[in-house]
């Protein structure tokens, strides 16, 4: 199973909105809406920021949503805040005959 | 509150197996499905594989198929991930993850703290 599509690297000023995106086929992000997304400081573990495509998780900033068109899912962050600047990276479900996930490659996010 | 806390760095010799452990606290351990993801230096997420703590079924990223164990106690709400075979290029930090939904969406909202796990001669 091929790791889905990420930009490596986004920008944007604070106060400003950006999109990261993931790109994958019709045997996973096509398919299924089970995508979420995680947020990852270095020397972290990963923390879940949206589930299920566009579920935010108790806790996780409204500045923070998720969508998803085709075989193409968003992470869309509004109102950039330092504090954002992290790695993120998406996951999908990707079984057909068995239960199997995958992540993208990851995207960098620079707060200016 | 929820906690999933790991086992020890490890040092392993090529060819050698390594057994990552994660106990579980603060919740119904039989209750969520148990995944394994791991990073090597500097390098993205990877999805290895899932336990279900209740009945011990397993699922397996079709790369580790043949390497990977996954098992479980649940008198001690203890998971565990083994890897057998090593090869330098599995060097990379060991996470355990819950799933937090029923049945299985991978939406981990629990991470360990990770085991990071070096293979050289």
């Not at chain 1, 409204?62 to 969508?67: L, V």
């Not at chain 2, 579980?24 to 500097?42: D, E, K, L």
Request: hydrophobic letters at 30%.
């Amino acid at each position: 199973q091929s790791a889905l599509t990420q930009p490596a690297s986004v920008s944007g000023s604070p106060g400003q909105s950006i999109t990261i995106s993931c790109t994958g086929t019709s045997s996973d992000v096509g398919s299924y809406n089970l995508v979420s997304w995680y947020q990852q400081h270095p020397g972290k573990a990963p923390k879940l920021m949206i589930y299920e495509v566009s579920k935010r998780p108790s806790g996780v900033s409204n500045r923070f949503s998720g969508s998803k068109s085709g075989n193409t899912a968003s992470l869309t962050i509004s109102g950039l805040q330092a504090e954002d600047e992290a790695d993120y990276y998406c996951c999908s479900y990707a079984g057909s005959s068995t239960f199997e996930g995958v992540f993208g490659g990851g995207t960098k996010l620079t707060v200016l | 509150q929820v906690q999933l806390v790991q086992s020890g760095a490890e040092v392993k010799k090529p060819g050698a197996s390594v057994k990552v452990s994660c106990k579980a606290s603060g919740y119904t351990f039989t209750g969520y499905y148990m995944h394994w993801v791991r990073q090597a230096p500097g390098q993205g997420l990877e999805w290895m594989g899932r336990i279900n703590p209740n009945s011990g079924g397993t699922n397996y990223a079709q790369k580790f198929q043949g390497r990977v164990t996954m098992t479980r106690d649940t008198s001690i709400s203890t998971a565990y991930m083994e890897l057998s075979r090593l090869r330098s290029d599995d060097t990379a930090v060991y996470y355990c993850a819950r799933d937090q939904s029923y049945g299985g969406s991978l939406s981990f909202d629990y991470w360990g703290q990770g085991t990071l796990v070096t293979v050289s001669s």
